[in-house]
């Protein structure tokens, strides 16, 4: 019996994937430009298919192209952190909160937090991250709103890569992921996604505190 082959993904694809692996990762920084030629000639591909996986990084929000920087990585500021948090402080915790309530399987919760925890460095610790918080509000019941947040997934862990640059504060969060995920194990869904709250928005008040007014303003 002949057996049929495993698909090989298009060269767009591995181009996207590696390029968006290394912007999430810190490998490449903000403010970075992305020469075509040049991730061709690493990647061993034509300019076509870096050209149309920069096209969909742009789209989810990770590079911007301008008729005259050429394609750079997304610069993080305070204003485009707090947008993109305040939309995970609307959604996430509700995901979780429906996500426990109808008794869903966190099993790959707590295998990327143990990912997390075991991780080699700051890449592989980062990417368990993203797949814990993705495991608890996928299994919310509403496909339409875990796309949601899929949408903003990857310009939060931009922001979350420079916050880590700047400030590394992986014990921290973890000790309160074991939190939530015991919460949320528990069957406590108000209480857990009460604690994923509190998570998110002290993580971006920490790492791009509100300016102060100045006194007597």
């Not at 050209?51 to 990084?57: F, G, I, P, W, Y």
């Not at 990912?115 to 890449?123: I, L, P, Q, T, Y």
């Not at 019941?141 to 590394?168: F, H, T």
């Not at 009460?194 to 102060?212: N, Q, T, W």
């Amino acid at each position: 019996m002949t057996s049929v082959p495993t698909p090989i993904p298009s060269r767009t694809q591995y181009v996207l994937d590696a390029i968006k692996h290394r912007i999430l990762t810190g490998l490449l920084t903000p403010g970075q430009a992305l020469v075509e030629a040049e991730l061709a000639a690493q990647f061993g591909v034509s300019k076509t298919p870096v050209r149309e996986a920069l096209k969909t990084l742009a789209g989810t929000g990770l590079v911007v192209m301008s008729q005259y920087k050429g394609v750079t990585v997304r610069m993080v500021d305070a204003d485009m952190a707090r947008e993109v948090y305040d939309v995970r402080l609307l959604l996430e915790p509700e995901a979780l909160r429906r996500a426990v309530a109808r008794g869903a399987s966190l099993d790959a919760a707590r295998d990327a937090l143990t990912r997390a925890d075991a991780a080699a460095d700051a890449a592989e610790r980062s990417l368990a991250n993203r797949e814990f918080h993705r495991a608890l509000y996928l299994p919310c019941g509403n496909p339409l709103l875990g796309r949601m947040l899929d949408e903003v997934r990857d310009q939060a862990a931009l922001v979350s890569a420079v916050a880590w640059a700047a400030d590394p504060s992986w014990e921290r969060e973890a000790a309160e992921h074991r939190e939530i995920l015991r919460l949320a194990l528990d069957g406590d869904a108000d209480g857990a996604a009460s604690a994923l709250h509190a998570h998110i928005a002290f993580f971006v008040r920490r790492a791009f505190p509100e300016p102060r007014p100045e006194e007597g303003q």
